[in-house]
């Protein structure tokens, strides 16, 4: 199956600042998404991008689906983004998703 | 976006006793509902794929008759944890596509399960 790869396994920043998480795959994905994980468990769609680049307010995805990469970014990070970000991705359109080891992000005052 | 529902969101539970947990989709139907499974500090794992009027789909590795899952119509999925043990404990979570969507997978709130 699709094994994923996403890095960095952790990253502190500071309020204000930006960031870029990546997720690699070993196989080509026709369905990627990215989530957030908040501290109660759910999950939390930011994008379903499996190729192209796409915005949404203070982040934004870019996924490059020839070279089997997708960069989630963070702008002006602020307390309320910390959690842990996860990308998966699927065969295809119908299929399930792997999802990566994800990201444990925390921003600090 | 979609919504998909899980029910209950905590339980608690004896050893040796059955769990049944529910997934709704609540504002589309849904042919394939998949199940995961997420332990502290870990990323999720797919458990099994839920299919609407025939049988699950195992991951390798999970046990069929410890994690009973019935689909019985295209918007509710269950799964029974039967005779639970400690070790069951974990963070279920079901997932679901809209059958007239691009593709993207939503999430329920996720089930707690806790066995003593």
């Known amino acids: 199956g699709i094994q994923v790869e996403q890095s960095p396994p952790d990253l502190i920043l500071q309020e204000g600042a930006n960031s870029t998480l990546r997720c690699n795959f070993s196989?080509?994905?026709?369905?990627l998404q990215w989530f957030h994980q908040n501290p109660w468990g759910q999950l939390i769609n930011l994008f379903y991008?499996?190729?192209g680049t796409k915005q949404n307010g203070r982040l934004s995805a870019t996924t490059v689906a020839t070279e089997r990469y997708s960069l989630l970014y963070i702008s002006s990070s602020q307390t309320t983004d910390s959690g842990v970000y996860f990308c998966?991705?699927?065969?295809?359109?119908?299929?399930?998703?792997?999802f990566g080891e994800g990201t444990q992000l925390t921003v600090n005052p | 976006g979609a919504v998909v529902s899980q029910h209950p969101s905590r339980v608690i539970c004896k050893s040796g006793t059955s769990v049944k947990i529910e997934c709704r989709s609540l504002?589309?139907?849904?042919?394939?509902m998949f199940w995961y499974r997420q332990f502290p500090k870990q990323s999720l794992m797919l458990m099994a794929t839920?299919?609407?009027?025939?049988?699950?789909?195992?991951e390798q590795g999970v046990e069929k008759d410890k994690f009973l899952i019935n689909h019985a119509s295209l918007t509710l999925s269950t799964l029974t944890v039967t005779s639970a043990h400690p070790e069951d404990s974990s963070f279920y979570i079901c997932?679901?596509?809209?059958?007239?969507?691009?593709?993207?997978?939503?999430f329920g709130e996720g089930s707690r399960l806790t066995v003593l």
């Open positions: 839920s299919n609407e009027g025939s049988k699950a789909t195992y």
């Open positions: 998966a991705g699927g065969g295809t359109s119908g299929s399930r998703l792997t």
């Open positions: 196989d080509s994905v026709n369905n």
């Open positions: 991008i499996p190729s």
């Open positions: 997932s679901a596509r809209d059958l007239g969507g691009a593709g993207e997978l939503f």
């Open positions: 504002d589309f139907q849904a042919t394939t």
